[in-house]
Structure formats: structure tokens, C-alpha cells
């Protein structure tokens, strides 16, 4: 973990069965950014896990925390990990193997320090007092409905953001550390599974009818 004279603050994870256990290590004022993604890609993750009903918000979006994997830690159960690709590309989608309860994206190797965490498993008021309570909305025209008047950001801003902290993990090799990764070989800890096209068809059919049904109680 880099060294910081900033105070720390914990937000403890738990997946639902037990099996893993973890935290977040944040300083304040936290460094991350809280951002709300309404891509098909993390609505296809959500039914690929059955936990639609846990993670995506009224508008299809998924709430995710993106910061340095060094500042995430699982103290219990990495061998209990598992991750997806949902697409086929390069960013992994990780979950409890036992219970799906979602965790954290990333990319596929640990020298792209940055993680993605997934807050629907986590107390909204601890979240907020740790994380912060400021969000911004990515993706939003292949969300539900109108969420109003929201702060947008652009998938470019997101990507510099990536760039920046990987250029930030080549000056300083221990932010590159990551309780999902092999700290020798910087390789995922557990074995990407790669959906088959039907498999993808098959998910996004499901999150078709999910968002008509959100529509439609909304």
C-alpha cells in the first residue's frame, strides 16, 4: 500500500455466504471516483451472476467504485475466487465462486492498477462516509427510464483515468498489488471463464425483458 499521511478509513466486505472476507482501505478524502455504469456489459454480468435484483439500481446501472487495487485487500477466501469475461475482451468481472456475490472489474493482469469495485454488497451509509457520496453516470442511453438530471462522465475520462494510474504503478511498483492477482506473475488467480456467443445472446435476452420490466414499475 503506498504511504500516505492522509488518515485511513476501513469499509469491510463480506460476500453473502461467508466465504470471502475483505476491506477497502481509503484515505480521506478518498482518491477513487463513484461512478454508475448502465452498459449492457455490467447488465449482462448481473444476470450471468442471477443478482439483478441486488445490483442494478431502478435504471439498469451498476454502482462501482473505481480506485487502486492496492488499497482493496482480501483477508479470507481467495480460493474461493472466480471471474468472468463477458465479452471475450480483456476486462475480467470477478465473484465469490461459491454464492455470486459480485466483487470488483478489472483488466486481465496486474500491471493495469486500477479495480473497479462493486458497491451493491455494501451498507449505502458506511459506503458513503468511507467512499464519498458523489456519482457519476456512464453509458446511460442503454440504461431504464430517465434517471434525471445526473452528472455524466465519458468513457474517455474513464480511460485516462486508467492511464493515469497505470503510469502511476510503473513509478511506484507496490500500487500494482492486488488480492486478485499472482504478485509474481501478475496473472488473475483464478482461470477467466470466456462465454460462448449463445451464452452472451442468451444474457442479454434476459436483461432485455429485466429493463421492460423495470420500465414498467418505474
Not at 442494478?56 to 473505481?66: E, I, K, N, P
Not at 465473484?95 to 459480485?102: D, G, L, N, R
Not at 492498477?113 to 446511460?140: C, M, N, P, Y
Amino acid at each position: 500500500m503506498t504511504a500516505t499521511t492522509s488518515p485511513s478509513q476501513t469499509l469491510e466486505f463480506q460476500c453473502q455466504c461467508g466465504a470471502i472476507e475483505g476491506a477497502v482501505r481509503e484515505s480521506a478524502p478518498p482518491t477513487g471516483r463513484r461512478l454508475v455504469c448502465h452498459c449492457n456489459d455490467c447488465q449482462a454480468f448481473a444476470h450471468y451472476l442471477g443478482k439483478e435484483k441486488l445490483m442494478l439500481d431502478d435504471h439498469a446501472g451498476t454502482h462501482v467504485y473505481q480506485m487502486d487495487s492496492s488499497k482493496f485487500e482480501i483477508t479470507k477466501g481467495q480460493d474461493q475466487l472466480a471471474c468472468v469475461t463477458v465479452t471475450g475482451g480483456p476486462l475480467l468481472r470477478w465473484y465469490c465462486a461459491t454464492c455470486k456475490t459480485p466483487i470488483a472489474n478489472t483488466l486481465s493482469s496486474s500491471r493495469f492498477a486500477f479495480l473497479s469495485l462493486i458497491l451493491s454488497g455494501f451498507d449505502r451509509g458506511k459506503t458513503d462516509a468511507v467512499l464519498g457520496s458523489a456519482e457519476e453516470h456512464v453509458e446511460v442511453s442503454s440504461g431504464v427510464g430517465d434517471p434525471g438530471k445526473v452528472k455524466t462522465a465519458s468513457m474517455a475520462g474513464m480511460l485516462w483515468n486508467l492511464l493515469v494510474r497505470t503510469i502511476k504503478a510503473r513509478i511506484h511498483p507496490e500500487l500494482r498489488k492486488s488480492p486478485l492477482f499472482d504478485d509474481t506473475t501478475g496473472k488473475p488467480l483464478a482461470k477467466p471463464i470466456r462465454l460462448e456467443p449463445a451464452e452472451r445472446l442468451a444474457l442479454d435476452e434476459k436483461a432485455d425483458i429485466y429493463r421492460e420490466v423495470l420500465a414498467e414499475i418505474g
